[in-house]
């Protein structure tokens, strides 16, 4: 099992273009989440979907769009990137939570500058 | 609101020193909770967490930590520190109801250790 992948691992943009974050788990979780990792404030959810076909916005959605293609995929998607949203950006997966309590695995991260 | 405290924002340690990183919560009944380590340039991995039981629970890399009912902590203890245990820790609480079990998360400990 890879876990959870994501790609690309480092990526640089001008304000203004966008780009899509990949992601993938192959432990057949129901929910996905995407998070930013800044210093000193810990992670913020973005967007989370809980089974194939919702999503629901987190505490920072603003600027972002989630697309979740099937259960195993979910895109994260910067329409018109902004400095502010030079990140670190992880997505992660848990199974349903009768399960496992809320578990959440991580995949390495995404690390996106804007210039 | 519900909320996680990590006291601590950096702490360092010399190699071969106990470890306690503390953890409390706010949260109207008692929830699931986490404890996950994020060594520099890398995704966040589970290190334990505790939904019911015995209030002392095991993790890997020779953690454990304590759950205190009456304090709402969790705090995380390791006996002897290795150099390889350099790394950022996050205490997270999950509701243990319900079908919304998202995250919630301290910001963060930034653990090193003195060779």
């Known amino acids: 099992n890879a876990g959870v992948t994501q790609t690309p691992k480092f990526q640089v943009l001008k304000t203004g273009q966008s780009m899509t974050l990949q992601c993938a788990q192959d432990?057949?979780?129901?929910?996905m989440y995407w998070y930013r990792q800044d210093p000193g404030m810990g992670l913020r959810l973005i967007y989370y979907?809980?089974?194939?076909?919702?999503?629901d916005k987190g505490e920072v959605p603003n600027g972002y769009n989630v697309s979740r293609l099937n259960k195993r995929e979910f895109s994260l998607r910067l329409e018109s990137a902004a400095p502010s949203q030079t990140s670190v950006y992880f997505c992660a997966s848990s199974p349903p939570p009768e399960a496992y309590g809320g578990t959440q695995y991580f995949g390495p991260g995404t690390r996106l500058t804007v210039l | 609101a519900q909320s996680v405290t990590q006291p601590d924002i950096h702490i360092t340690v010399s190699e071969g020193a106990s470890l306690e990183l503390r953890c409390n919560y706010s949260y109207g009944a008692t929830p699931y909770l986490f404890w996950y380590v994020q060594s520099p340039g890398q995704g966040l991995q589970l290190l334990l967490k505790?939904?019911?039981?015995d209030t002392l629970v095991q993790g890997i890399k020779g953690f454990e930590a304590e759950f205190k009912r009456s304090q709402s902590s969790f705090n995380l203890r390791k006996p002897s520190v290795h150099w390889s245990d350099a790394a950022e820790y996050f205490c997270?609480?999950?509701?243990?109801?319900?079908?919304?079990?998202?995250?919630?998360w301290g910001l963060g400990t930034s653990l090193a250790v003195n060779p």
């Open positions: 505790y939904f019911s039981g």
């Open positions: 997270a609480v999950a509701p243990n109801a319900g079908n919304n079990r998202k995250l919630i």
């Open positions: 432990m057949n979780h129901n929910s």
């Open positions: 979907s809980a089974s194939e076909g919702t999503t």
